[in-house]
C-alpha cells in the first residue's frame, strides 16, 4: 500500500511539473528529436518537424538546419514534437515520457495501482 502511495505520489509531482518544463524547453526538445533522427536527414536530404503553435521559429533557431523544416501543428502540445520523412517519422510526446517513467517505477515495485 505504501508503494502505490508512493508511486501516485511520484507521479502526481511529475504531472504537475512535467508540462511547465516541458513547454520551457520545447526548443530544445525539438532540436533533441531533429539529432535523434539525423540518418533521416542525411538520407532523405531533409524533415519536416512539427511543434505546437508558437514555436516554431525558436525550434528552427535552436535547430539551425536548413534541411529541417519547422512547422506549427495545432494538435501538439507544447515540448511534443513530430520528425516525418518519406517512409518514416517520429515522435517526442510528454505522454511517452510519463508512461516511461511509471514503467520504471512499476519495475522497481512501485505501481500506482499497488
Same mark, same amino acid.
Not at 2 to 23: C, E, Q, S
Not at 27 to 36: G, K, T
Given at each position: 500500500?505504501?508503494?502505490?502511495?508512493?508511486?501516485?505520489?511520484?507521479?502526481?509531482?511529475?504531472?504537475?511539473?512535467?508540462?511547465?518544463?516541458a513547454a520551457r524547453l520545447a526548443p530544445e526538445s525539438a532540436?533533441?528529436?531533429?539529432?535523434?533522427?539525423?540518418?533521416?536527414i542525411e538520407e532523405a536530404g531533409g524533415i519536416r518537424l512539427l511543434v505546437a503553435?508558437?514555436?516554431?521559429? *525558436?525550434? =528552427? /533557431?535552436?535547430? +539551425?538546419?536548413? !534541411?529541417?523544416?519547422? $512547422?506549427?501543428?495545432? %494538435? &501538439?502540445?507544447?515540448?511534443?514534437?513530430?520528425?516525418?520523412?518519406?517512409?518514416?517519422? *517520429?515522435? =517526442? /510526446?510528454?505522454? +511517452?515520457?510519463? !508512461?516511461?517513467?511509471? $514503467?520504471?517505477?512499476? %519495475? &522497481?515495485?512501485?505501481?500506482?495501482?499497488?
Amino acid at each position: 500500500a505504501a508503494a502505490a502511495v508512493l508511486a501516485r505520489l511520484l507521479l502526481a509531482a511529475l504531472d504537475a511539473a512535467l508540462p511547465a518544463a516541458a513547454a520551457r524547453l520545447a526548443p530544445e526538445s525539438a532540436a533533441l528529436l531533429a539529432e535523434a533522427v539525423r540518418p533521416a536527414i542525411e538520407e532523405a536530404g531533409g524533415i519536416r518537424l512539427l511543434v505546437a503553435p508558437g514555436l516554431a521559429a *525558436a525550434a =528552427a /533557431a535552436r535547430i +539551425g538546419d536548413p !534541411r529541417v523544416a519547422v $512547422e506549427e501543428d495545432a %494538435a &501538439l502540445a507544447p515540448g511534443d514534437a513530430r520528425a516525418l520523412w518519406r517512409g518514416g517519422g *517520429a515522435v =517526442a /510526446a510528454l505522454a +511517452g515520457r510519463r !508512461r516511461i517513467v511509471a $514503467e520504471v517505477l512499476s %519495475a &522497481l515495485g512501485l505501481d500506482e495501482e499497488g
